[in-house]
Protein backbone atom coordinates (compact mmCIF):
# COMPACT_ATOMS: atom_id res chain seq x y z
CA UNK A 1 0.00 0.00 0.00
CA UNK A 2 1.65 3.38 -1.24
CA UNK A 3 0.26 7.01 -1.40
CA UNK A 4 1.20 9.15 -4.28
CA UNK A 5 2.01 12.52 -4.99
CA UNK A 6 2.46 14.37 -7.76
CA UNK A 7 3.72 17.87 -8.12
CA UNK A 8 3.97 20.03 -11.23
CA UNK A 9 4.15 17.24 -13.72
CA UNK A 10 4.26 17.90 -17.47
CA UNK A 11 4.45 15.92 -20.13
CA UNK A 12 5.33 17.13 -23.64
CA UNK A 13 5.54 15.47 -27.28
CA UNK A 14 7.93 17.23 -29.10
CA UNK A 15 5.83 20.61 -29.02
CA UNK A 16 3.06 19.55 -28.11
CA UNK A 17 1.82 20.09 -24.62
CA UNK A 18 -0.29 16.96 -23.41
CA UNK A 19 -0.59 17.01 -19.62
CA UNK A 20 -0.01 20.68 -17.75
CA UNK A 21 1.11 21.48 -13.89
CA UNK A 22 -0.97 18.29 -12.61
CA UNK A 23 -0.71 18.40 -8.65
CA UNK A 24 -2.38 15.93 -7.13
CA UNK A 25 -2.22 13.65 -3.96
CA UNK A 26 -3.67 10.66 -3.51
CA UNK A 27 -3.68 9.08 0.27
CA UNK A 28 -2.93 5.31 1.09
CA UNK A 29 -5.74 3.48 -0.01
CA UNK A 30 -7.88 5.88 -1.80
CA UNK A 31 -9.65 4.63 -4.75
CA UNK A 32 -9.52 7.59 -6.95
CA UNK A 33 -10.86 8.09 -10.66
CA UNK A 34 -9.84 10.25 -13.35
CA UNK A 35 -12.49 10.78 -15.43
CA UNK A 36 -12.79 13.40 -18.97
CA UNK A 37 -13.40 13.49 -22.75
CA UNK A 38 -11.85 11.49 -24.52
CA UNK A 39 -8.17 12.72 -25.59
CA UNK A 40 -7.92 14.72 -22.24
CA UNK A 41 -5.24 13.18 -20.86
CA UNK A 42 -6.35 10.47 -18.43
CA UNK A 43 -4.21 7.39 -20.24
CA UNK A 44 -0.66 9.75 -20.25
CA UNK A 45 -1.63 10.76 -16.71
CA UNK A 46 -1.61 6.67 -15.76
CA UNK A 47 0.92 5.26 -17.60
CA UNK A 48 3.19 8.40 -16.51
CA UNK A 49 2.52 7.02 -13.14
CA UNK A 50 3.39 3.35 -14.01
CA UNK A 51 6.48 4.29 -15.73
CA UNK A 52 5.36 3.32 -19.53
CA UNK A 53 6.00 7.77 -20.05
CA UNK A 54 8.33 9.66 -19.27
CA UNK A 55 7.43 13.24 -17.80
CA UNK A 56 8.69 16.31 -19.34
CA UNK A 57 8.47 18.07 -15.92
CA UNK A 58 8.03 17.94 -12.27
CA UNK A 59 8.02 15.21 -9.42
CA UNK A 60 6.33 11.74 -8.63
CA UNK A 61 6.48 9.95 -5.38
CA UNK A 62 5.19 6.50 -4.50
CA UNK A 63 5.58 5.76 -1.05
CA UNK A 64 7.19 8.71 -0.14
CA UNK A 65 9.61 7.99 -2.59
CA UNK A 66 11.00 9.98 -5.68
CA UNK A 67 10.02 7.59 -9.01
CA UNK A 68 11.18 10.21 -12.04
CA UNK A 69 14.02 7.85 -12.92
CA UNK A 70 12.60 4.52 -11.39
CA UNK A 71 11.87 2.21 -14.26
CA UNK A 72 8.69 0.79 -14.58
CA UNK A 73 9.02 -2.69 -13.30
CA UNK A 74 10.47 -1.45 -9.84
CA UNK A 75 7.69 1.10 -8.82
CA UNK A 76 5.82 -1.52 -6.92
CA UNK A 77 2.52 -1.04 -9.30
CA UNK A 78 1.03 -3.42 -11.62
CA UNK A 79 -1.57 -2.30 -14.29
CA UNK A 80 -4.30 -3.47 -15.99
CA UNK A 81 -5.23 -2.47 -19.63
CA UNK A 82 -8.45 -2.33 -21.83
CA UNK A 83 -6.96 -5.01 -23.54
CA UNK A 84 -6.70 -7.47 -20.85
CA UNK A 85 -3.21 -8.23 -22.65
CA UNK A 86 -3.24 -12.11 -21.85
CA UNK A 87 -0.80 -15.04 -23.54
CA UNK A 88 -3.47 -16.73 -25.79
CA UNK A 89 -1.41 -19.46 -25.63
CA UNK A 90 -1.44 -20.24 -21.69
CA UNK A 91 -3.93 -21.77 -19.34
CA UNK A 92 -5.19 -18.87 -16.86
CA UNK A 93 -2.90 -20.17 -14.06
CA UNK A 94 0.14 -19.64 -16.25
CA UNK A 95 -0.92 -16.42 -17.42
CA UNK A 96 -1.15 -15.56 -14.00
CA UNK A 97 1.73 -17.34 -12.44
CA UNK A 98 4.01 -15.47 -15.31
CA UNK A 99 5.25 -12.61 -13.58
CA UNK A 100 5.93 -14.70 -10.66
CA UNK A 101 7.88 -17.21 -12.10
CA UNK A 102 9.86 -14.48 -14.07
CA UNK A 103 10.28 -12.97 -10.63
CA UNK A 104 11.83 -16.05 -9.14
CA UNK A 105 9.57 -17.22 -6.68
CA UNK A 106 9.54 -20.37 -5.64
CA UNK A 107 6.74 -23.13 -7.05
CA UNK A 108 4.54 -23.06 -4.03
CA UNK A 109 4.73 -19.11 -3.24
CA UNK A 110 3.25 -19.12 -6.76
CA UNK A 111 0.69 -21.65 -6.42
CA UNK A 112 -0.43 -19.63 -3.51
CA UNK A 113 -0.79 -16.39 -4.90
CA UNK A 114 -2.49 -17.63 -7.84
CA UNK A 115 -4.86 -19.74 -5.86
CA UNK A 116 -5.82 -16.73 -3.79
CA UNK A 117 -6.16 -14.23 -6.90
CA UNK A 118 -8.18 -16.98 -8.16
CA UNK A 119 -10.46 -17.02 -4.97
CA UNK A 120 -11.20 -13.61 -4.76
CA UNK A 121 -12.21 -13.20 -8.37
CA UNK A 122 -14.09 -16.51 -8.60
CA UNK A 123 -12.38 -18.08 -11.27
CA UNK A 124 -10.38 -20.76 -9.03
CA UNK A 125 -12.88 -23.27 -11.66
CA UNK A 126 -11.07 -22.14 -14.65
CA UNK A 127 -7.51 -22.16 -13.99
CA UNK A 128 -7.37 -25.17 -16.89
CA UNK A 129 -8.71 -22.79 -19.43
CA UNK A 130 -7.00 -21.01 -22.28
CA UNK A 131 -8.18 -17.16 -22.31
CA UNK A 132 -10.30 -17.91 -25.49
CA UNK A 133 -12.58 -20.35 -23.87
CA UNK A 134 -13.78 -17.35 -21.74
CA UNK A 135 -16.20 -14.64 -21.80
CA UNK A 136 -14.74 -11.13 -21.85
CA UNK A 137 -15.73 -10.84 -18.13
CA UNK A 138 -13.71 -13.93 -17.15
CA UNK A 139 -10.77 -12.23 -19.54
CA UNK A 140 -11.14 -9.10 -17.42
CA UNK A 141 -11.07 -11.04 -14.04
CA UNK A 142 -7.86 -13.12 -15.54
CA UNK A 143 -5.78 -9.92 -16.15
CA UNK A 144 -7.28 -8.46 -12.86
CA UNK A 145 -5.50 -11.27 -11.27
CA UNK A 146 -2.72 -11.45 -12.86
CA UNK A 147 -2.30 -8.36 -11.19
CA UNK A 148 -3.22 -9.12 -7.79
CA UNK A 149 -0.62 -12.10 -7.55
CA UNK A 150 2.06 -9.19 -7.88
CA UNK A 151 0.59 -7.61 -4.68
CA UNK A 152 1.12 -4.18 -5.74
CA UNK A 153 0.93 -1.05 -3.46
CA UNK A 154 -0.87 0.59 -6.40
CA UNK A 155 -3.13 -1.08 -8.77
CA UNK A 156 -3.54 1.31 -11.90
CA UNK A 157 -6.69 0.16 -14.25
CA UNK A 158 -7.30 2.03 -17.94
CA UNK A 159 -10.66 2.03 -18.86
CA UNK A 160 -11.28 -2.00 -17.86
CA UNK A 161 -14.68 -2.08 -18.75
CA UNK A 162 -14.90 -0.42 -21.98
CA UNK A 163 -14.64 -4.11 -23.74
CA UNK A 164 -17.81 -5.73 -21.97
CA UNK A 165 -21.57 -4.83 -22.77
CA UNK A 166 -23.46 -3.13 -20.86
CA UNK A 167 -25.15 -5.65 -18.14
CA UNK A 168 -21.37 -6.83 -17.23
CA UNK A 169 -20.04 -3.72 -16.92
CA UNK A 170 -22.97 -2.63 -14.25
CA UNK A 171 -21.90 -6.61 -12.99
CA UNK A 172 -17.75 -5.26 -12.95
CA UNK A 173 -18.50 -2.36 -11.62
CA UNK A 174 -19.71 -3.91 -8.45
CA UNK A 175 -16.66 -6.17 -8.55
CA UNK A 176 -14.35 -3.42 -8.83
CA UNK A 177 -15.97 -2.40 -5.50
CA UNK A 178 -15.56 -5.39 -3.79
CA UNK A 179 -12.38 -5.97 -4.75
CA UNK A 180 -11.35 -2.66 -3.32
CA UNK A 181 -13.04 -3.07 0.13
CA UNK A 182 -11.16 -6.59 0.48
CA UNK A 183 -7.60 -5.93 -0.70
CA UNK A 184 -7.53 -1.67 0.37
CA UNK A 185 -5.11 -1.00 -1.56
CA UNK A 186 -4.30 2.33 -3.32
CA UNK A 187 -6.35 2.24 -6.89
CA UNK A 188 -6.18 4.52 -9.94
CA UNK A 189 -8.57 3.99 -12.22
CA UNK A 190 -9.10 5.44 -16.07
CA UNK A 191 -12.58 5.82 -17.72
CA UNK A 192 -14.73 8.25 -19.56
CA UNK A 193 -18.00 6.94 -17.85
CA UNK A 194 -18.78 9.30 -15.28
CA UNK A 195 -21.12 6.66 -13.52
CA UNK A 196 -18.26 4.43 -13.20
CA UNK A 197 -16.54 7.77 -11.44
CA UNK A 198 -19.75 8.23 -9.67
CA UNK A 199 -19.80 4.85 -7.97
CA UNK A 200 -16.46 4.20 -7.74
CA UNK A 201 -14.15 6.69 -6.57
CA UNK A 202 -13.68 7.93 -2.75
CA UNK A 203 -11.86 10.42 -5.06
CA UNK A 204 -12.78 11.86 -8.54
CA UNK A 205 -9.91 13.89 -10.67
CA UNK A 206 -11.79 15.57 -13.34
CA UNK A 207 -9.22 16.48 -16.74
CA UNK A 208 -10.02 18.80 -19.55
CA UNK A 209 -7.54 19.53 -22.15
CA UNK A 210 -4.75 18.27 -19.71
CA UNK A 211 -5.70 19.96 -17.12
CA UNK A 212 -7.02 19.30 -13.96
CA UNK A 213 -10.66 21.37 -13.48
CA UNK A 214 -11.72 19.70 -10.03
CA UNK A 215 -10.63 17.03 -7.66
CA UNK A 216 -13.48 15.94 -4.89
CA UNK A 217 -15.48 13.21 -3.95
CA UNK A 218 -18.24 12.10 -5.88
CA UNK A 219 -20.81 14.02 -3.77
CA UNK A 220 -18.75 17.44 -4.08
CA UNK A 221 -18.41 17.30 -7.32
CA UNK A 222 -22.02 16.79 -8.35
CA UNK A 223 -23.44 19.40 -5.50
CA UNK A 224 -20.43 21.97 -5.66
CA UNK A 225 -18.70 21.74 -9.20
CA UNK A 226 -16.33 24.47 -9.36
CA UNK A 227 -17.12 25.48 -12.77
CA UNK A 228 -19.00 25.00 -15.83
CA UNK A 229 -17.20 22.21 -17.29
CA UNK A 230 -17.92 19.82 -14.30
CA UNK A 231 -21.54 21.05 -13.98
CA UNK A 232 -21.99 19.69 -17.41
CA UNK A 233 -19.67 16.52 -17.09
CA UNK A 234 -20.81 14.64 -13.85
CA UNK A 235 -24.81 13.70 -13.76
CA UNK A 236 -26.43 11.94 -16.18
CA UNK A 237 -28.59 13.40 -17.81
CA UNK A 238 -26.62 16.63 -18.05
CA UNK A 239 -27.19 19.92 -15.59
CA UNK A 240 -28.95 22.41 -17.93
CA UNK A 241 -27.69 25.42 -18.81
CA UNK A 242 -29.75 28.88 -19.46
CA UNK A 243 -27.57 32.45 -20.38
CA UNK A 244 -29.36 35.48 -18.66
CA UNK A 245 -28.09 38.69 -16.87
CA UNK A 246 -27.82 39.72 -13.29
CA UNK A 247 -30.58 42.01 -12.21
CA UNK A 248 -30.65 42.20 -8.76
CA UNK A 249 -28.51 41.50 -5.45
CA UNK A 250 -30.12 41.43 -2.25
CA UNK A 251 -29.02 39.82 1.01
CA UNK A 252 -30.54 36.50 -0.05
CA UNK A 253 -30.33 36.10 -3.45
CA UNK A 254 -29.09 36.51 -6.74
CA UNK A 255 -31.45 37.28 -9.08
CA UNK A 256 -31.11 36.42 -12.55
CA UNK A 257 -32.93 38.02 -15.94
CA UNK A 258 -33.52 34.91 -18.26
CA UNK A 259 -35.78 36.00 -21.66
CA UNK A 260 -39.21 34.15 -19.71
CA UNK A 261 -38.92 36.40 -16.65
CA UNK A 262 -36.57 36.69 -13.42
CA UNK A 263 -35.22 33.18 -11.37
CA UNK A 264 -33.64 33.74 -7.46
CA UNK A 265 -30.15 31.41 -7.12
CA UNK A 266 -29.29 31.28 -3.98
CA UNK A 267 -25.23 31.97 -4.15
CA UNK A 268 -23.32 34.48 -2.60
CA UNK A 269 -22.38 37.00 -5.14
CA UNK A 270 -18.73 37.76 -4.60
CA UNK A 271 -18.01 40.33 -7.21
CA UNK A 272 -21.14 40.05 -9.38
CA UNK A 273 -22.75 43.32 -10.45
CA UNK A 274 -26.25 44.23 -11.53
CA UNK A 275 -25.40 43.64 -15.64
CA UNK A 276 -22.94 40.89 -15.61
CA UNK A 277 -23.90 38.44 -18.05
CA UNK A 278 -24.09 34.32 -16.34
CA UNK A 279 -24.98 31.33 -16.73
CA UNK A 280 -27.49 29.31 -14.66
CA UNK A 281 -27.16 25.80 -14.03
CA UNK A 282 -30.02 23.48 -13.10
CA UNK A 283 -30.02 19.46 -12.64
CA UNK A 284 -33.25 18.21 -14.39
CA UNK A 285 -34.44 16.97 -11.12
CA UNK A 286 -34.50 20.82 -10.06
CA UNK A 287 -36.48 22.49 -12.74
CA UNK A 288 -40.09 22.18 -12.43
CA UNK A 289 -43.48 23.22 -14.48
CA UNK A 290 -44.96 26.10 -12.66
CA UNK A 291 -47.15 28.71 -14.45
CA UNK A 292 -45.61 32.06 -14.58
CA UNK A 293 -42.04 30.74 -14.04
CA UNK A 294 -39.40 32.64 -15.75
CA UNK A 295 -38.21 30.19 -17.96
CA UNK A 296 -40.43 30.12 -21.01
CA UNK A 297 -40.04 26.41 -23.22
CA UNK A 298 -41.76 24.36 -25.59
CA UNK A 299 -42.06 20.79 -25.52
CA UNK A 300 -39.83 18.89 -27.91
CA UNK A 301 -39.78 15.24 -26.57
CA UNK A 302 -40.89 13.17 -23.98
CA UNK A 303 -39.29 9.65 -23.03
CA UNK A 304 -40.90 7.28 -20.48
CA UNK A 305 -38.09 5.14 -18.19
CA UNK A 306 -41.09 3.59 -15.92
CA UNK A 307 -40.84 5.59 -12.69
CA UNK A 308 -40.42 8.91 -13.88
CA UNK A 309 -40.18 10.13 -17.58
CA UNK A 310 -37.54 12.92 -19.41
CA UNK A 311 -39.72 16.03 -20.91
CA UNK A 312 -37.13 17.62 -23.60
CA UNK A 313 -37.72 21.75 -24.49
CA UNK A 314 -36.80 24.21 -26.11
CA UNK A 315 -35.80 27.61 -24.45
CA UNK A 316 -34.40 30.67 -25.26
CA UNK A 317 -31.25 31.23 -23.29
CA UNK A 318 -30.24 27.41 -23.42
CA UNK A 319 -28.46 26.58 -26.67
CA UNK A 320 -28.82 22.80 -26.37
CA UNK A 321 -32.20 22.73 -25.14
CA UNK A 322 -33.67 21.31 -21.07
CA UNK A 323 -33.94 18.02 -20.14
CA UNK A 324 -36.63 18.13 -17.15
CA UNK A 325 -37.71 15.08 -15.09
CA UNK A 326 -41.21 15.02 -14.63
CA UNK A 327 -43.88 11.90 -13.08
CA UNK A 328 -44.05 9.30 -16.00
CA UNK A 329 -48.01 10.28 -15.74
CA UNK A 330 -47.69 13.02 -16.61
CA UNK A 331 -49.38 13.91 -20.25
CA UNK A 332 -47.70 17.05 -22.63
CA UNK A 333 -47.65 17.45 -26.32
CA UNK A 334 -45.39 17.70 -28.42
CA UNK A 335 -45.20 21.60 -28.98
CA UNK A 336 -46.50 22.53 -25.92
CA UNK A 337 -45.61 26.02 -24.47
CA UNK A 338 -44.65 25.52 -20.60
CA UNK A 339 -43.33 27.77 -18.12
CA UNK A 340 -40.29 26.23 -16.13
CA UNK A 341 -38.85 27.45 -12.69
CA UNK A 342 -35.71 26.22 -11.24
CA UNK A 343 -35.39 25.32 -7.35
CA UNK A 344 -33.26 28.79 -5.95
CA UNK A 345 -31.19 26.53 -2.94
CA UNK A 346 -30.17 23.75 -5.15
CA UNK A 347 -29.78 25.42 -8.82
CA UNK A 348 -25.79 27.44 -9.36
CA UNK A 349 -24.77 29.97 -11.23
CA UNK A 350 -21.70 30.74 -13.30
CA UNK A 351 -19.66 33.78 -14.10
CA UNK A 352 -18.73 34.91 -17.64
CA UNK A 353 -15.37 32.72 -17.33
CA UNK A 354 -17.14 29.74 -15.84
CA UNK A 355 -16.53 29.14 -12.59
CA UNK A 356 -19.34 28.60 -10.23
CA UNK A 357 -20.48 31.09 -7.61
CA UNK A 358 -20.29 30.03 -4.12
CA UNK A 359 -23.64 28.36 -3.31
CA UNK A 360 -25.25 29.66 -0.13
CA UNK A 361 -25.60 26.24 1.59
CA UNK A 362 -21.91 25.26 0.97
CA UNK A 363 -21.50 28.24 2.62
CA UNK A 364 -23.80 27.75 5.90
CA UNK A 365 -22.16 24.07 5.50
CA UNK A 366 -18.55 24.99 5.98
P1 LIG B 1 -7.38 10.01 -22.92
O1 LIG B 1 -6.84 8.81 -22.21
O2 LIG B 1 -7.94 11.04 -21.98
O3 LIG B 1 -8.34 9.67 -24.01
P2 LIG B 1 -4.66 10.29 -23.88
O4 LIG B 1 -3.88 10.43 -22.63
O5 LIG B 1 -4.65 8.95 -24.55
O6 LIG B 1 -6.16 10.77 -23.64
O7 LIG B 1 -4.15 11.36 -24.94
C1 LIG B 1 -4.04 12.74 -24.63
C2 LIG B 1 -3.55 13.49 -25.84
O8 LIG B 1 -2.21 13.12 -26.11
C3 LIG B 1 -4.33 13.21 -27.11
O9 LIG B 1 -4.52 14.43 -27.77
C4 LIG B 1 -3.43 12.28 -27.88
O10 LIG B 1 -3.62 12.45 -29.26
C5 LIG B 1 -2.05 12.73 -27.45
N1 LIG B 1 -1.04 11.64 -27.49
C6 LIG B 1 -1.09 10.47 -26.82
N2 LIG B 1 0.01 9.72 -27.07
C7 LIG B 1 0.79 10.44 -27.94
C8 LIG B 1 2.06 10.22 -28.59
N3 LIG B 1 2.74 9.10 -28.39
N4 LIG B 1 2.53 11.22 -29.40
C9 LIG B 1 1.84 12.37 -29.59
N5 LIG B 1 0.64 12.63 -29.01
C10 LIG B 1 0.12 11.69 -28.19
Redesign the pocket.
Known sequence: MASLSIRKLCKR?ES?E?LRDINLEIADGEFVVFV??????????LRSIAGLEAISGGELTIGGKRMNEVPAAKRGIAMVFQSYALYPHMSLYDNMAFGLKIAGKSKAEIDAAVQKAAKILHIDHLLDRKPKQLSGGQRQRVAIGRAITREPSVFLFDEPLSNLDAALRVKMRLEFAKLHATLKTTMIY?T?DQVEAMTLADKIVV?SG?RIEQVGSPHQLYHHPANRFVAGFIGSPKMNFIEGTVARIDHQYVHVALPGGVQAVSVLPGSLKVSDTVTLGVRPEHLQIAAGGPIAARVTALESLGDHAHLYAEASGAAEGLIVRIPDDEQHSHGEALALVADPERCHLFDAEGQALVRVKLQQAA
Open positions: YTIGPSGCGKSTLVHLG
